[in-house]
């Protein structure tokens, strides 16, 4: 061991023959475990994640991003027809139902 390491600060280090094949084999076992646990865990946290509700209203900003284009692009679009925009409390939305179809959204 480096004698830079303090040996408080190491817990639990493996020195030779400090453990037998069936303790390591135990610890391999619980160490498992604990890691589908915590496996088991984050999907269930992932799946929460997705059941969250896209919202219905989206602003230019958001929208911009979720296309991959720069607002002034999705101006563009609006001005031409392709995209329809509401104005909503002096400031502009979109439908998300009505984004979702546009190439290249992705919701996130």
């Not at 076992?29 to 865990?41: D, H, P, Q």
């Not at 059941?51 to 991003?65: G, I, Y």
């Not at 991959?68 to 563009?76: K, M, S, V």
Request: hydrophobic letters at 35%; a positive charge.
């Amino acid at each position: 061991m480096d004698e830079t390491m303090n040996k408080e600060a190491m817990p639990q280090m493996i020195e030779d023959d400090q453990y037998s094949v069936a303790q390591l084999l135990q610890l391999a076992g619980e160490l498992a475990l604990e890691v589908k646990i915590l496996y088991t865990s984050l999907q269930q946290v992932k799946d929460r994640c997705k059941a969250v509700p896209e919202p219905e209203w989206v602003n230019s900003a958001t929208l911009a991003r979720k296309l991959g284009i720069c607002p002034r692009t999705l101006a563009n679009l609006r001005s031409r027809g392709k995209v329809k925009g509401h104005l909503l409390h002096g400031k502009l939305f979109y439908r998300s139902s009505e984004v979702k179809s546009l190439p290249g959204y992705e919701a996130r």
